[in-house]
């Protein structure tokens, strides 16, 4: 794996690429609805690219797909669990019966991301799993296309893009999704379903959030679906049935976080629905739990257990950095070399270096019992150019890619990469991923 940053600092001027750099963003703004396209000063869309190999595509791609394989394994196996096995995981008791009974979508997630790292030793090690509501749509469609343009000049004839209809792709996904029919525990479902109209519902304070729903629903409306957009604040309850902006929606697809929809009112109403069939939840509770850092925990712990093939084992082993829940752990574990997280910590926040964790506060997360620690992957660092404050010339630096596998509709769908520093947080750039032809 490499970049792209030599090239363009011999191929532009310094104040060319902060042009670049700054019209990118602008454009990200006002034409992709990436409305928080900086962050504190620092642009969130970066000029330059990472690129793969063949091969290094061609591993992460499997791995895409054998861990989405090994997470619906551990779903499945998990709302089997007794109660006090999903509490330990964090699972609430309040929606136990929920998870159990739900209706089975036709996948896990209909876009999900694997999120991993190449090491030091050249192999791609999993930090996370994105399967609840994954960002970067727009990123890998829109910018990346505006970037490719540019990027492809840089070694002509030498360079591709993963996977240039991403958009297509994504919105078949959630177009299968939605056409496929809930059926509820006990229930034989027959005959084709109607197109159902689809509701995304968001949080709109969240403007970026809101425009990523809206390029949804425009992707969806040209397969043919009807498509609503409204905030939490527009959903209502009438005869059992629910409605957004007054309309009535048999399909629900949320781009916020679960635990935010279950202190609504409605949201009892909106699970009761899910489970009689009445409405179908794009991305459900079992999702939803596959996101947890626990459930990898799990998965760990399960590795040599017959739930999962050899070669499953093997994967897990070699590309899943050791996973513990801290309350597993004995007093004292030796914590200097893991990475500290929270259960369902979200771009880099409630995430702990150990060699640098005060022991009082190891102690704190232990007391909280929603973290684990995962095994610290030695990142292969990268180059990387950077507009200086001012914003009149470039700087080189030393920075770490977290490469994002896309899984759409159950197979691999391309890459969305952001870059920074060891641990990925909310200033870490995004920049295409592209391979070598």
Not at 257 to 264: D, G, Q, R, T
Not at 319 to 325: G, I, V
Not at 337 to 343: H, T, V
Not at 412 to 437: V, W
Request: hydrophobic share 40%.
């Amino acid at each position: 794996m490499r970049t792209l940053a030599q090239q363009l600092t011999q191929r532009y001027s310094a104040r060319r690429l902060c042009a670049f750099v700054r019209a990118l963003n602008e454009h990200a703004a006002l034409q992709d609805g990436l409305f928080e396209s900086n962050v504190l000063g620092q642009p969130y869309v970066g000029f330059g690219g990472i690129v793969l190999t063949a091969q290094e595509k061609e591993t992460l791609a499997g791995l895409t797909e054998a861990f989405n394989a090994i997470m619906t394994k551990a779903l499945a196996a998990l709302v089997e669990e007794p109660g006090p096995v999903l509490r330990k995981l964090g699972w609430p008791e309040n929606l136990e019966y929920a998870l159990r009974r739900e209706p089975l979508n036709r996948t896990l997630t209909p876009v999900g991301r694997f999120d991993f790292a190449l090491d030091t030793a050249g192999e791609w090690r999993l930090m996370e799993f994105n399967s609840d509501t994954p960002s970067g749509s727009q990123e890998v469609s829109r910018v990346e296309e505006r970037q490719w343009s540019y990027l492809a000049n840089l070694e002509p004839g030498r360079l591709a893009r993963l996977n240039p209809v991403i958009a297509r792709t994504m919105a078949q996904a959630l177009y299968d999704e939605a056409m496929f029919d809930p059926a509820p525990a006990g229930i034989a479902v027959t005959g084709p379903r109607l197109s159902p109209k689809v509701g995304f519902l968001v949080q709109g304070r969240h403007l970026t959030d809101l425009a990523q729903v809206t390029w949804y629903a425009e992707e969806l409306s040209k397969l043919g679906l009807e498509c609503v957009v409204g905030d939490i604040s527009n959903l209502c309850l009438l005869g059992g049935q629910l409605y957004l902006l007054n309309q009535h929606v048999d399909a629900i697809y949320r781009l916020f976080p679960v635990e935010y929809l279950s202190i609504e009112p409605l949201f009892a109403a909106y699970e009761q629905a899910n489970l009689n069939g009445w409405l179908k939840c794009l991305n459900n509770l079992r999702g939803f739990f596959a996101q947890s850092k626990a459930v990898m925990a799990w998965v760990w712990m399960q590795r040599g257990s017959g739930l999962f093939t050899a070669e499953e084992q093997e994967i897990i082993e070699r590309h899943l950095p050791e996973t513990y829940l801290l309350e597993d752990l004995p007093e004292n574990f030796d914590y200097s070399g893991y990475i500290i997280k929270e259960f369902y910590g979200r771009e880099g926040a409630e995430v702990y270096n150990g060699a640098t964790l005060p022991f009082e506060h190891w102690q704190q997360c232990r007391t909280w019992r929603t973290y684990v620690a995962q095994r610290r992957i030695e990142i292969a660092p990268v180059e990387h150019v950077l507009p200086n404050e001012a914003f009149d010339g470039m700087q080189m630096v030393e920075a770490f890619p977290c490469v994002g596998g896309y899984i759409i509709g159950g197979s691999f769908g391309g890459c969305y990469t952001r870059i920074g520093g060891r641990i990925t947080d909310s200033f870490a750039q995004f920049i295409p991923t592209l391979m070598e032809s």
